[in-house]
């Protein structure tokens, strides 16, 4: 799986460099949370600009890396996400659970 990471101000934000997060890379994407938090990261920003299809395998390990964020008092927030992706969260209304932000630097501003 292709990510690109980077830091800012205590944020760490990782940009998914891939066309799917589906049941092929959910589970190296959830391993690459799971290696943050267990480094004592908490504050997480995945943006999704680059993923138009998701599954519930994709869902899964989002979902998983947000209780994990909960549980260490973090935060775990999403951005860019694509009309069909979108369109998952609010079948799913994950929407309601996720903060889900336009742009990273959006994402980043509700830090501050």
């Known amino acids: 799986m292709n990510i690109k990471m980077e830091q800012n101000e205590g944020v760490v934000v990782l940009f998914v460099r891939e066309d799917r997060l589906d049941a092929n890379n959910s589970e190296e994407l959830k391993r690459e949370l799971h290696r943050h938090f267990d ?17 519930s395998s994709g869902l899964g390990a989002l ?5 994990n964020a909960s549980l260490m008092h973090g ?5 860019g996400l694509q009309s069909q992706v979108k369109s998952m969260f609010e079948l799913t ?10 742009t990273v630097d959006d994402a980043l501003l509700s830090y501050k």
């Open 39 to 55: 480094s004592g990261k908490k504050n997480l920003i995945i943006d999704l600009a680059e993923i138009h299809f998701i599954d």
């Open 93 to 102: 209304r994950l929407y309601r659970v996720f903060d889900i932000f336009s």
């Open 63 to 67: 979902v998983s890396a947000y209780k």
């Open 75 to 79: 935060t775990l927030k999403l951005s």
